[in-house]
């Protein structure tokens, strides 16, 4: 019996592949480890965004019994978004698999399968690091691929322009901090227009967040909360100050060296992102380019297999159909630090 001819059983099937690479260990991001995106597969391979201007005014006083105050139809407009496809392709060739078994040996598929998941998990980390991306991009307003090219621009989808970076001069000791925190909780506040909303988190480059926790003004807070931290357990890379949770985004060596030697955030800036809005940050996966995926609901990653023309391997492809957005762009403050 070839070697090959494990893949002719269930095991090696799309659905199966498909399974099994989804229950890799997911590697996550910030972003995407702390649940502000909202995860929903579709059938399609675009979204529609709905948006509706509900306005609320006041009513003029008018003579009884005469006709009242005329009211102007609420806007509407959809918004329609093509999901992105990111695949990967490789290969597992014989010579991988050769002289690993004895005649008649049961562990056949093991070891093929072995080769393969050596495969899905590069791949899928690969995959989960290029969401995280997406995910950074959405809560900037700028959507890019990893050349920089972009994606969407969310300020010109939604016909908007995004709000001016917060400078909060770190470099200068008499800054008040504090009511540089008021004019970002505040401008998210106008922006959601009365939509409650549970907290802000603040995604901090590693420069800016120096300045923050070196400021005069912040400083005793941050080592009051480091000091209870300590005996909460909780990560020393977290504190809350001006009603802002503050938390330190780290790129990691690898993954800025692969988004062109960037940062997935400014060293010197920060993301605001107000938690607790229904589908103000979402993500969804489209199905995937197959046959046996046409009208299913998306799943966050897919595999399969196939024969190479040559007979001396099998082609491998790992792929996610995924697009992330920010619903309401006009929430996406960011900060920066100008010294």
């Known amino acids: 019996m070839s070697v090959w001819d494990v893949f002719n059983q269930d095991a090696f099937s799309v659905q199966t592949l498909t399974a099994r690479v989804n229950n890799l260990p997911f590697v996550p991001g910030q972003i995407s480890e702390s649940g502000l995106f909202e995860e929903e597969g579709v059938t399609t391979t675009t979204i529609l965004i709905e948006e509706q201007d509900t306005v609320l005014g006041l009513v ?5 019994g005469g006709p009242g105050e005329t009211a102007g139809k609420d806007g509407r ?3 329609t978004f093509a999901v992105p496809h990111y695949e990967r392709d490789d290969a597992v060739l014989a010579d991988e698999v050769q002289n690993v078994r004895a005649f008649g040996s049961e562990n056949q598929v093991e070891t093929v399968q072995d080769a393969i998941d050596r495969k899905m998990r590069k791949h899928t980390i690969a995959l989960d690091a290029t969401l995280e991306h997406q995910r950074v991009g959405a809560i900037k307003g700028l959507i890019t691929d990893k050349n920089g090219n972009t994606i969407y621009n969310l300020a010109t989808e939604f016909g908007i322009s995004l709000p001016s970076a917060v400078d909060f001069v770190f470099g200068t000791s008499t800054t008040k901090i504090r009511q540089k925190c008021f004019d970002v909780v505040t401008g998210i506040e106008d922006a959601l227009d009365g939509v409650p909303y549970t907290g802000i988190v603040a995604w901090c480059g590693k420069d ?3 300045g923050l926790i070196d400021h005069d003004e912040v400083k005793k807070t941050y080592l009051n909360w480091i ?7 909780i990560p020393l890379d977290t504190f809350e100050f001006g009603g802002i949770t503050w938390k330190r985004y780290r790129t990691g060596t690898q993954a800025k060296a ?3 030697a960037t940062p997935f955030i400014a ?3 920060c993301q605001f992102t107000p938690t607790g809005v229904p589908e103000l940050f979402i993500t969804r996966f489209a199905p995937a380019d197959y046959e046996e995926t046409v009208n299913t609901v998306g799943l966050p990653r897919y595999m399969r ?3 190479m023309e040559n007979g001396k391997g099998r082609k491998v492809e790992v792929q996610t159909n995924a697009i992330s957005l920010c619903t309401r762009p006009k929430v996406l403050f960011s900060g920066l630090t100008s010294n």
Do not use: C, E, M, S
């Open 227 to 233: 000091q209870a931290a300590q005996l909460r357990g």
């Open 305 to 307: 297999q196939y024969p």
């Open 60 to 64: 003029a006083p008018t003579p009884r």
């Open 208 to 210: 800016f967040w120096k």
């Open 267 to 269: 060293d010197n800036g």
């Open 258 to 260: 692969a988004n062109g």
């Open 77 to 79: 407009r959809i918004r």
